[in-house]
């Protein structure tokens, strides 16, 4: 395949912030790509866009002549063509554009290039409520996300289901504000009790319809770390502050995944803390964000078993396949994920299903969240006509 010319521009994300877009013509057609942002990111990942600015990155992207009339033959080419970009740029414009070129190479069919017959679909993580950083002005919920995870046989269920949820706890909670990722931001209600609300009506679901659905969280707690201290504002109706060092912080979570069976817990303790993990229980997914930002080197020292895969943290779509490989050799869980601001490209949902990653977290509502999920929906019944 040949790049016959490069164009990148701005959009305006789910957030209405500016993100980068690129648009690439090459030999296979015309394909675009664009890159999300976040807002709880973590300090060790790379940052989106250049200190001075994305439009600094759109017209260095414009200016860039090295890839006019250049070859790209297979996945292995893209290491070379990292090494182009300024590491200055930001990841976004690296991502924008190696999303674009795998497109353009892949003919807009990413899964069918690196995994023709796909035995199995990804999962969805849906955050149906939340608070912390994706809501300005804030709610009280110190809990970022509460997340639905059905587990089914195939990914048109597991959509109906956290559809289906993501109603029923809206007319429970009462509430119409949403986050940044469109989960249901109560404005009254503690920690504790939207653990008790989302449950009785997962566990009223669940037996009704006779499915199987797991909760997680993101506690994403570097946003709660202060001083030593993990700090909640609204933790119960009784007790609203609450305090916890390390060793009170890891007894609390341990004592969540076994009262509220939690299936998964992203983040748990602060981006610093490798050595915490040991002491807590392994039978949830124990999920690095913050933690790990898709670095394999920080992934290696780490006692996750599951980490989240966001390709514009490491700013690298070659590094982000290395560590899901390595995920998959050594029994490790990697989800790939949305931003909490986002744009209508699919492209993660792809990746999830050429790089057989087991869980996709995208949220349930919003139309730049239903795009990923409608993505794999549609290779769901492509796969099946096969
Ligand atoms: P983001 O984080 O706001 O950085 O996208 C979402 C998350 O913590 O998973
Ligand atoms: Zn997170």
Redesign the pocket.
């Known amino acids: 395949m040949i790049i016959k010319g490069v164009k990148a521009r701005i959009i305006m994300d789910s957030r209405k912030n500016p993100a980068i877009e690129v648009i690439l013509n090459t030999s296979n057609g015309i394909y675009r790509a664009s890159a999300p942002s ?4 973590g300090k060790f990942e790379i940052r989106a866009y250049p200190k001075a600015g994305i439009n600094v990155a759109v017209d260095y992207l414009n200016n860039l002549k090295k890839f006019k009339n250049y070859h790209v033959n297979d996945f292995n080419d893209f290491r070379k063509i990292e090494k182009f970009f300024n590491p200055s740029m930001g990841g976004n414009v690296i991502i924008a554009f190696e999303f674009a070129l795998l497109k353009s190479l892949a003919k807009g069919k990413i899964w069918k290039f690196f995994n023709p017959r796909p035995k199995q679909l990804p999962l969805p993580v849906g955050n149906v409520v939340g608070g912390g ?2 809501l300005i002005p804030k709610n009280k919920l110190d809990i ?1 996300e509460y997340l639905l995870i059905p587990h089914t046989a195939t990914f048109k269920e597991a959509v109906k289901i956290n559809n289906d949820l993501y109603r029923l706890i809206g007319k429970k909670l009462k509430t119409k504000r949403k986050t940044d990722e469109g989960a249901w931001a109560p404005e009254n209600i503690s920690d504790l009790e939207a653990f008790d609300i989302i449950i009785s009506v997962m566990k009223d679901y669940s037996e009704k319809q006779g499915v199987d659905v797991h909760l997680g969280i ?1 506690l ?1 707690s570097s946003q709660l770390y202060n001083k030593r201290r993990y700090s909640y504002d609204n933790f119960s109706p009784s007790q609203k502050k609450k305090d916890f060092i390390k060793k009170d912080q890891i007894a609390l979570i341990n004592d969540w995944i076994n009262r509220y069976h939690l299936a998964y817990i ?1 983040d748990p303790l602060e981006e610093q803390d490798f050595s915490g993990y040991k002491n807590l229980d392994h039978s949830a997914l124990l999920v690095g ?1 913050d933690l790990i930002v898709t670095d394999i080197r920080r992934l290696k020292k780490s006692f996750v078993n599951a980490v ?1 895969i966001k390709p514009n943290q490491i700013g690298s779509l070659v590094k982000t396949k290395e560590i899901v490989d390595y995920c998959l050799k050594k029994n490790i869980v990697p989800i790939i ?1 949305h ?2 601001g986002e744009t209508l490209d699919a492209t993660i949902s792809q990746l999830a299903v050429a790089w057989k990653i087991p869980f996709i977290k995208c949220g349930i509502n919003g139309k730049e969240r239903e795009a990923k999920l409608k993505e794999i929906l549609r290779i769901e019944k492509e796969i099946k006509r096969d």
Not at 38 to 41: C, D, F, K, L
């Open positions: 976040g807002a709880s990111t950083a994706h970022q993101d994403a992203e964000d989240i994920s931003r909490s």
